[in-house]
Structure formats: C-alpha cells, structure tokens
C-alpha cells in the first residue's frame, strides 16, 4: 500500500498528514519538536503491518508541511496540539484511534488521552517530560528561531 499525503483543515489550519495501510486499527504518529511525520516516523510509514493497521503521521501546526502558521508556544500549544490531533482523526473519519507519541508528540498523546479517553484506543510514549517550565517554553521559543 502506498503512502498518500494531504492536508485538511481542522481548527482554522490546514494540517498536513501522511496515511499508509487499510488496517482496522487507526494509529496517529505524533513527532517531537521541530519534527514532521516523514522526518520522525518515515521507518514506521513504511514498515508497519499494513494489514493490521491504517497509519496516519501528522505535522503539528507550524511543522513541517503546517506551515502556515508560524509554529507558536502559548501557555496552552500542548492542550491545542492535542486537539488538533483528536479533531485530524475524526475528520478522517476514524472513531478510535491508537496514539504513538515521541518527545512533545509523547506529551501531547498523554494529554489526548486524557482529556477523550472514549477515543484512545492504546497510547505508546517516549522521550516525553511530565511538564512544562517556563525555561522550557523559553528554551522551545529560541530553538525554533534557530
């Protein structure tokens, strides 16, 4: 199976994804910081069971091919990543989802799962911090600047 690229807007943005496989278990790969799903998750676009899965990565608004906007860190951006991520897959059609999240991806899957639970199927995490500081915010706004 191919992997097909688009965008769609969720949230008055248009997110870019990549989708792969006609599984019936929907998996949403979430990347770190400065990430995009090709660049973080292109191994698992291509090698996941394709008959077991339907594999979607997406970039972030302000990632990648999400751009525009520029990638922005309000005191909320995990609370609205995950949003955004929960609102890409219904728009996708897919009624639950896995969540496999690496890094700030990894956050912002704990806090999808969280907040809609009826909607999280499974949820993998790595690489992720249990909170945010104001110095990371600080740190987040200077290397994306780079």
């Known amino acids: 199976t191919s992997i097909t690229s688009s965008k769609i807007q969720v949230n008055g943005v248009h997110l870019h ?69 929960v609102d890409l897959m219904q728009a996708l059609k897919f009624k639950k989802f ?17 907040k809609y639970p009826d909607l999280i199927h499974k949820l993998v995490v790595w690489g992720a911090n249990a909170s945010v500081t104001q110095e990371d915010v600080r740190i987040y706004h200077g290397m994306y600047e780079l």
Request: no cysteine.
């Open 98 to 114: 896995s969540l496999l999240g690496w890094s700030d991806g990894g956050i912002t899957a704990l806090i999808a799962a969280a």
């Open 17 to 85: 994804y990549q989708q792969t496989g006609e599984g019936s278990h929907a998996v949403l790969l979430l990347p770190g910081m400065l990430g995009s799903g090709q660049t973080d998750f292109g191994p698992q676009l291509k090698s996941m069971n394709k008959q077991l899965f339907t594999v979607v990565a997406w970039d972030p608004r302000g990632y990648g091919k999400s751009i525009p906007p520029s990638r922005d860190f309000p005191p909320d951006f995990f609370e609205r990543d995950a949003k955004d991520a």
